[in-house]
């Protein structure tokens, strides 16, 4: 059974957090009017610059554009992976619809020893 002074210490701390919470979450208020809201970011605020790109809009199972891309090959032993990079559009390659396509393959024709 809760004593009546246990009940009463309960309520009173909790009572002004859920207050505080309340007041802060503005469900509460002094009865007025509800504040405006905040005015929208400005249009050069949201302007965002754009870097870099690629549409990948070459044909179907045509390499990508070398302008943009550099196509690492060899076993790259500099970073200690266990694989290696080929050239040309067998591994990467474009769709035809906008996509580039990215297949690992298990081949080894340069006889790695990766």
């Given at each position: 059974m809760d004593s009546p002074r246990l009940s009463r210490r309960l309520l009173r701390s909790v009572l002004p957090a859920l207050a505080l919470a309340l007041a802060t979450a503005g469900l509460v208020g002094n009865g007025g009017p509800a504040p405006a809201a905040a005015a929208p970011m400005s249009q050069t605020a949201a302007t965002a610059t754009t870097t870099f790109s690629d549409e990948f809009d070459g044909a179907a199972g045509s390499a990508v554009d070398g302008g943009k891309w550099?196509?690492?090959?060899?076993?790259?032993?500099?970073n200690h992976e266990r694989q290696y990079y080929t050239s040309g559009n067998k591994?990467?390659?474009?769709?035809?619809?906008?996509?580039?396509?990215?297949?690992a393959r298990k081949e080894n024709p340069s006889n790695y020893q990766c």
């Open positions: 550099q196509i690492g090959t060899g076993d790259n032993v500099d591994n990467a390659a474009l769709d035809g619809q906008g996509h580039l396509v990215i297949t």
